[in-house]
Structures are given as structure tokens and as C-alpha cells.
């Protein structure tokens, strides 16, 4: 009896938090959803209703569809870029030791830390017209015409790619650092090569945890909101960009809610696909 | 030992995978470098190479009626936040770390689940809320809002501090006497309170630099800083946001810095 009791007082320690998230998170989604079928009847007014318009404006319309695959399209290309090149940092840091490993996980976790509206204004000192490469490059005499490289999709794929790159690194150190390094030792001391050992064992032991910093990647590239609208090209837009349009300037509650609600369940099932994964892992390393 | 004796074979593969590593950190860092660099120039207009330093942008920036408006909401939101936040999510995390109950997955779940929906989902989402509860352009929207993200962080933190924390001296409070209350403050709390500092220290950054949500449940009077960067960006560059930003910075390499002090990097990058 006592022990029952004791058990139904655990759950009271949760209560702040998971109220927090019920009436703050999932009912305004829930709210979301039932506006995303409203009828919009003009000048920021709508009527309850329950209509499919909005998304089946948004999923059959040729200029939303370019939008969806434009934004997926930017989203791939950073997933990609991200592991590739985020592969051998994330081995070399848990290779190193001491104070090097320390001073590199440092240098992740500030950037990670560091709010994104200041590091994208960096960008803009960066990559703009007068900005430091332009100038760099020009006093080097490499070109002789500023090259325009803001607000195009280049300008999108670097800032989302400084967005992903400090939590892809995290993931796949952790990925790396809890794999079972004896195995990659044994191929060793059969006689497999440097790089045999590297790609046999520790780069195919190391697949399903990729694919999850890649899943990440994915779902935070794709609802990015800050990096298209400051970086971004005027005609090119994404999925994000059209949300924040048609809830802050047309005012179109319903289609923005539409779009909104379509880009989460996007996210919840590629996130969804990466918990799968991550339980795949899970027995391929029982195995 | 013969290996001493055989020609070592230049390793390409390191070679490769050191200058990634530095190219890749380099890539992360640069554009908070430049930001620091370029708030200290003295000239009227972002130019490269600098005219010269200065602390001219730091001054603009203590004078500007706006940006000192947006400096103090910023201070408004982020406070409430911390405070709440720490409450709501240390507690969370430390019920997690110590008991197995039915439902443990599902609680972490929900807890983890806002931080892993873009930011401008939860803006618009809340947003359409306030507005139907009343709460539309109130702080209190905006610390809801940023509290659903803080939570979060903050659990992560006090469950990596948490970790390697040994529960049965609780119980051993217990059996000496000690009432759970006693036990708390006596036992858990000295214990645990490097984390909690930690904890907070990060929900603080973490809504003090907010954008997503603040853009969508800000009014003019309640805007915050990156908001109104934000805004800025969108017309002119000017050099008062690089002084602005750097402030930014420090706030938050100060917080990691005291951060890594108390419950070490390791921990803090395993979150």
C-alpha cells in the first residue's frame, strides 16, 4: 500500500514540466492542426470549417511544389556536406586526448551555444559585397569583380550548414566513442590496412548512427527559419519562409497552418525513422 | 622491437582528417571571430582591412534608446525563464535519474519533444494560441514560449550532471532519520548543485538568444535583442549590431566557460 502510494507521488515531479508541454505545446498544436482546415475568407479573417484546401493547394499547386523540393533539395545537399565532412572531425576528436580533445570539443560547444541571428550576421561580413573574402580575394588579385555570394542558394547552404555542423559533430562523437574499438583492433592485428580496418569495421559499425546525425540534420535544415529569410534569395523560397509569409504579411491563418502542420509531419516522421534506426543500431551491435 | 626500425609510411589518412578538422572548426568559428573583430573598428562603415579600433560602436550602442530597450527585454524574458525552467525541468530530470517507473520513455519523450520541432512551428503554433487565451504580445507568451525549449536544455544538463551521482545516500538520510525535506535540501541539493547552476546558466542563453518563437509573440514594446537584429539585418548593415552581437558572445562563451568549470566539457558535450 505505502509502496502504491509512493509510486503515484513519483509522477509529481514530472507535473511542472510535462504541464508546461501539454498546454503549451501540444494543445496550441492541436490548435494548429484544426485552423490549418478553416476557410480563409480574405483580409486576415477566416471561418471554422473543415476543408482540405490548404493542403491540397499546397501539395498540387506547381509553385508550392517547387518550393517543397527546393527546400528538400537544400536540406540533402547540407545533410551530406555535414557527414562528409563532419565524419573525420567527429573520428579525430575521439581519437585525440588531453587538453587537444578538450580544446576542440570547446570549440564545437561554443558556436552550438552561440545564438544564430548574430553568427548569421557574421555570414553577412563574410560573404558580402565589401565583405572579407571579396576583398581578400580581390587584393589577391584573384578576381577582379566582387563574386556575389549572398542571398543566393550558396549563402543558404553555408548558413544552414554552420547551423548543423556543431550538433552533427556532437552526435557522431557519440556515436564513435561508444563503439567497441577492440573489434577495430582485431582487424588490425589480423593483418587488415589502415584504411581496410577503417572502412571494414569502424566507418560499417558506425552506419545506423550516421544515418541518425544525417536524420537530424535533415529535419533541422528543412524547418530552419532564420537562415532562408536573411540569407536566402528573393525568388527561391522554402517551405519555412512560406509559412512565416502567410502568417506575418498575408495573413492567411488556415493556408499558413496548413503548410505549417504539412512541414511537422515531414519532421515527425523522419524523426521518427531515426528512432527506428537508432533501435536497429541498437541490435546490430547485440548482434 | 622491430617496429622502430621500419620506415614509417606517411599517414594520409591523418592528414586528411586533421586538416578537415580544422578546416570544419575553422568554417563553425569564423563567423563569431569576425563578429568580435569587426565590433571594435572605428570606421563609419564595415571595410576591409579595418581603419582602426575603437570601442566607438560600444558607446552607439549604450546611446541607442532601442537598442537598449531591446537589451533589457531581452534581460526581462530571459530571467522569468531561467528561473522557471530550472524549477521545472531539474526537477524532472532528477525524478528521471532516480526511479524506474511504468512510463519513464514516454515522459522523456515529452519533455525532449518541443526541442526537436523547428522553432517556427512553436512560434506560429503558440502565437495562434495567446491570441485565443488573451496572452498575445505579453513577456508571458514569450517565456512560455522559450520555457518549452529551456526545459529541455535544462534536463539534459542536470542528467549529465547527474550522472555517476549515487541515490542510495538519500536512503541512507532516510533511514537515519532525516525527513524528505531534510533530506533534499541536506543530501540531494549540495549535491547536485553545480548542475543546477549549470542548468541554469544554459536556459538563460538559451532564451536570451532566441529567435524562432520571439519573432512570432514579440510586440513592439516586448521585442528582444535578436528580434531587432533581426529587423536591422533586413534594411542596412550597420556596425551598432557587431558590438551588440559581441555582447551576445561573451554572455554566452562566459556561461560555457563556467559551465565547463563546474561540471566539466565531457559531460556537457554528451547532453
Partial sequence: MFDFYRKRKIYLIFLPALLTVFFFFFLPILQLLRISFYQYTGMGTFNPAFSFAGYAKFFSDPYYIRIILYTIKIALIVTFISLFAGYPVAYTIVKASGLKKIICLLLIIVPLWTNLIVRIYGWYIILGKNGFINILLLRLGVIDQPLPMLFKSFSVIIGLLDVVFPWVLLILISVLEGMDWSMIEAARDLGASRWKSFYEVTFKLSIPGVAVAGLFAFVWAMGEYAVPSLLGATGKRTISIEVGDQILSVLNWPFGASIAFSLLMISFSVLFLSNYLTRLGDQYKQA | MLGGIKKKKIDWIGIFFGVMTVMVLGFILSPILIIVLVSFNSGDYIVFPLEGLSLRWYRAFIDNYIWRMVFKNSLIVAVPTMLFSTFAGAL????????????????????????????????????????????????????????LWAIPTVFLVVQAALTGYDFSVEDAARDLGAGPIKTFFLITLPCIRTGVFTAMLFSFITSFGEFNIALFLTAPDTMTMPVQIWNSLKYEVNPIIAAVSTVMIVTTVSAIAVGARLIGIQKMSHM
Wanted: net charge positive; aromatic share 8%.
Fill in chain 2, 92 to 147: 524532472a530530470a532528477l525524478g528521471y535519474m532516480k526511479y524506474r517507473f511504468r512510463g519513464r520513455n514516454a515522459v522523456n519523450l515529452m519533455v525532449m519533444v518541443p526541442f526537436l520541432v523547428p522553432g517556427i512551428i512553436i512560434g506560429i503554433s503558440l502565437l495562434m494560441f495567446v491570441h485565443k487565451i488573451g496572452l498575445a504580445g505579453t513577456v508571458t507568451s514569450v517565456v512560455l514560449g522559450h520555457s
